[in-house]
């Protein structure tokens, strides 16, 4: 199965060449401003994409998605073969994947939650039985370094996956443009920070291809 992994395109994802795969996964922020027109465009483009499975979340920049929930879901159950997750889940190709697109508080952006209980709350949310963990933002110290080099995880996060995600294999989430990459923990867990964008906003890094022998390739 090969899992094609993206986020943080700020609108720019026309300009991406996206491979081939099983599944596409947008980990959140794929627009600028949070605006309709940017929400169509984008529902446009994931539309057309010819993976079998889309699967995407919000981010801190997609405030639309927060301020008209019920009509933005309704956009997306008109898309065939597209899944959107917020604090939700899906078996897709067999596997049980989860999303959220909360974020420690930045500035004053969207799905902004104060650290601690109130963001713990959501972390609590994950099924204890998930393999895929699709958040906009990192846990603490992976891949979670602003320019200045200060890291901006969630320290929440971390904890939950290193006590309770026992089954996770892959979590994929965006936001800290710089620290894009990926890396794989001693539990052989794989982490990718698929931040399309880089520091400069520049649409200047390939999605990430996931290739595991987790599930069926599509024919």
């Known amino acids: 199965m090969d899992i094609v992994c993206i986020a943080d395109t700020h609108g720019l994802h026309d300009r991406i060449k996206v491979p081939p795969g099983d599944i596409l996964v947008h980990a959140g922020d794929f627009t600028e401003r949070g605006e309709p027109a940017e929400v169509d465009l984008f529902l446009d483009w994931l539309e057309n994409q010819p993976h079998p499975h889309k699967i995407f979340i919000g981010g801190n920049h997609d405030a639309y998605l927060e301020q008209h929930p019920d009509y933005f879901a309704a956009q997306v159950r008109a898309i065939p073969r597209v899944t959107y997750l917020e604090d939700s889940g899906a078996i897709i190709a067999g596997l049980r994947i989860w999303g959220s697109p909360v974020q420690p508080w930045y500035f004053q952006w969207a799905f902004n939650r104060h650290r601690g209980p109130e963001i713990r709350h959501h972390w609590d949310l994950i099924p204890l039985d998930t393999e895929v963990l ?77 290739r595991s022998e987790w599930g069926p390739k599509s024919r």
């Open 134 to 210: 699709i958040t906009h933002g990192p846990p603490a110290g992976i891949l979670d370094r602003n320019f200045r080099g200060e890291r901006h995880g969630c320290a929440d996060l971390l904890d939950v996956i290193n006590t309770r995600l026992t089954k996770l294999r892959l979590h994929v989430f965006g936001h800290l443009h710089p620290d894009g990459g990926q890396c794989i923990n001693r539990d052989g867990r794989l982490f990718v920070n698929a931040a399309v964008c880089d520091e400069r906003g520049y649409a200047s890094r390939a999605p990430v291809v996931v």
